[in-house]
T-cell receptor, first 111, second 117 residues
Framework: AQTVTQSQPEMSVQEAETVTLSCTYD???????LFWYKQPPSRQMILVIR??????QNATENRFSVNFQKAAKSFSLKISDSQLGDTAMYFC????????FGTGTRLTIIP | GAVVSQHPSWVICKSGTSVKIECRSL??????MFWYRQFPKQSLMLMAT?????????EQGVEKDKFLINHASLTLSTLTVTSAHPEDSSFYIC?????????????FGEGSRLTVL
């Protein structure tokens, strides 16, 4: 079974700064997807960024980028120029035939 | 992006009654739908996977007679919590996959908060 670990339960950063959320996973599969989802207080799950395991190039979506290290089974999320609206729970997730979530990191952006 | 609608968003019921939650994919056909449960300040735990026209596959520890899942069409899956008790109070979230055109991404409903008195 796949497991996803997020070692930072909570993080806070000043507005406009850069923050990195860590995620590691365990799998014997070679083809899979990795995601970062954001869950604001509304509880709606919002896709932040997606990475396909067979692609070596790190995914980027505007201020959000990942550092995907397949051999190390690491998938960290970097948020640049953080904004108040980035305050939320962030979940790392592994997808093969089903989506498995990490325990989450509560990120607070301080004005 | 694709839209998944979940209804009701909030429901209160008495202990011993049954509650049905609907999950609809509005603009795509969902060959597979997933049901998650989320306790306060915790992660999403997969309860079951449902494929259209077949029986749901439940995760270990999830009572299939307690949480009935039906996926009768390509756009609708339902979760029925039978004989609900206060410990069933939780936030339930569905997600859907468009199948063959899938990029691996799942689309999530807005969630349903169940409170059992």
């Amino acid at each position: 079974a796949q497991t996803v670990t997020q070692s930072q339960p909570e993080m806070s950063v000043q507005e406009a700064e850069t923050v990195t959320l860590s995620c590691t996973y365990d799998t014997s599969e070679s083809n899979y997807y990795l995601f970062w989802y954001k869950q604001p207080p509304s509880r709606q799950m919002i896709l932040v960024i997606r990475q396909e395991a067979y692609k070596q190039q790190n995914a980027t979506e505007n201020r959000f980028s990942v550092n995907f290290q397949k051999a190390a089974k690491s998938f960290s999320l970097k948020i640049s120029d953080s904004q108040l609206g980035d305050t939320a729970m962030y979940f790392c997730a592994f997808m093969r035939q089903k989506l498995t979530f990490g325990t989450g990191t509560r990120l607070t952006i301080i004005p | 992006g694709a839209v998944v609608s979940q209804h009701p968003s909030w429901v209160i019921c008495k202990s011993g009654t049954s509650v049905k939650i609907e999950c609809r994919s509005l603009d795509f056909q969902a060959t597979t739908m997933f049901w998650y449960r989320q306790f306060p300040k915790q992660s999403l735990m997969l309860m079951a996977t449902s494929n259209e026209g077949s029986k749901a596959t439940y995760e270990q520890g999830v009572e299939k007679d307690k949480f009935l899942i039906n996926h009768a069409s390509l756009t609708l899956s339902t979760l029925t919590v039978t004989s609900a008790h206060p410990e069933d109070s939780s936030f339930y979230i569905c997600s859907a996959s468009p199948g063959v055109r899938s990029t691996g991404e799942l689309f999530f409903g807005e969630g349903s908060r169940l409170t059992v008195l």
